[in-house]
């Protein structure tokens, strides 16, 4: 035998193996595509739809520290004691915030189905507390859940400063189921009824007694007319507790594109409040039967803008909070506030004292450091 016939041989022998092992080769499976998310558009930036499902949704939040100082009665400072010598004095008012929130949305036969959460981490003064700020569902106009009253929230905040509650113009947050509708033609409403809250001291003693006490629920309605130029906004409120009404009105002008300003007033009866719950109730949380708002924001360009608030009420009390908000980047604001309150009746058998003040002139600062994502 030769190698030219030895090679040939070879050949034939790996060529009948491998055609045998070519018939019981077995047959690998394809692998599944990968199910990659996918960006909803339809309600705004940040939503994406959650895999397998026609529902959208986003998740964003900010962490927040606030450091507080001077007098308590601007909110801003806080009062201590000595630990050695037991002497009054006062302190930094710190309070640190993770507030995580959710979005979503989703098309239906019976109109957008919305959802909107926030919770809050807060570690204020060396002490940790968590609660539910906004949990609610939407179908359509009609809104169920813990949320901001419209009787705050519809017509809008008291302006951009931090401590915008140092005459207070309402409790905001209360369990509701509420109807919202839009008119067309720049005008919209709403109809809501609430559950309230109460507020507390810090030893739980209740000052304003806010949740209802029967099966009767407080009542707010509310209407809006919005245009380039600004709106202008009427709250009003039945409280089923003290069966006492009150009632907000605003204008909101744009001046120019730099320049925006507000006034707010508000009117309650108190009858009942005055004989049963020191004047003040949760839609009139106000000293008398009126109060006053005002101001505005200047933007001196798109980083840096100064806003204003003046109020006052008919228990004599006046307040004045002014402040620079900087953005030196998109998303981080660090906001420097200056904050002064007259106590009208400080002293006096009759004075509320909602801010806890221990003068008659107060006056406080705040710097807050602002993450919103």
């Known amino acids: 035998m030769n190698i030219k016939s ?43 739809y959650i895999p397998g499902t026609e529902t959208c949704l986003r998740v964003g939040g900010y962490i927040r520290y606030d ?27 710190k309070n640190a915030r993770f507030a995580l929130r959710t979005w979503t949305g989703q098309e239906t036969e019976l109109g957008t189905l919305k959802t909107y959460t926030e919770t809050r981490f807060n570690f204020k003064d060396g002490a940790s507390a968590v609660n539910l700020e906004f949990g609610w569902v939407q179908l359509g106009g009609l809104r169920v859940g813990v949320d901001e009253t419209p009787y705050d929230q519809f017509i809008g905040y008291a ?35 609430e559950e309230g809250a109460d507020v507390t001291s810090s030893s739980g003693a209740v000052l304003i007694a806010g949740t209802i006490d029967s099966y009767v629920p407080h009542v707010v309605g509310g209407l809006k007319y919005k245009g380039d130029w600004g709106a202008i906004t009427g709250v ?19 001046v120019t594109k730099e320049l925006s300003l ?6 309650g009866t108190d009858d009942n409040f005055v004989d049963h719950a020191k004047g003040r109730g949760f839609y009139k949380p106000w000293g008398g039967n009126w109060a006053v708002w005002g101001g505005g924001t200047y933007k001196f360009d798109p ?22 908000a900087y953005t030196p980047v998109p998303g981080f604001t660090v906001t420097t506030e200056v904050d002064y309150y007259h106590d009208g009746k400080f002293g006096q058998a009759d004075d509320f004292n909602f801010t806890k003040a221990d003068k008659k002139n107060s006056w406080g600062g705040i710097v807050r450091f602002q993450r919103t994502f």
Not at 262 to 267: N, S, T, V
Not at 306 to 320: G, H, I, M, R, T
Request: charge should be negative; aromatic fraction near 10%; proline fraction near 3%.
């Open 303 to 324: 980083k840096t803008a100064f806003n204003l608030q003046v109020s006052a009420d008919d228990a004599k009390n006046l307040a004045v909070a002014a402040n620079v």
């Open 6 to 48: 030895l090679l040939l041989g070879s050949a034939a022998a790996l060529i009948a193996v491998s055609g045998a092992r070519a018939a019981d080769a077995v047959t690998v499976a394809e692998p599944e595509p990968a199910e990659y998310v996918k960006i909803c558009d339809v309600y705004g930036a940040g939503y994406f």
């Open 236 to 254: 009003v409120a039945y409280d089923s507790n003290y069966e006492e009404v009150a009632g907000k009105v605003r204008l909101d002008v744009n």
């Open 159 to 193: 302006g951009n400063v931090v401590q915008d509650t140092i005459i207070p113009y309402g409790i905001k947050v209360t369990n509701v189921v509420s109807y919202y509708f839009d008119a067309g033609s720049g005008f919209s409403g709403v109809v809501s009824l």
């Open 67 to 93: 450091a507080g100082f001077d007098d308590p009665g601007t909110l801003d400072g806080r009062k201590t004691k000595d630990v050695m010598d037991g002497d009054p004095q006062n302190s930094w008012k």
């Open 262 to 267: 507000f006034i707010m007033g508000g009117y």
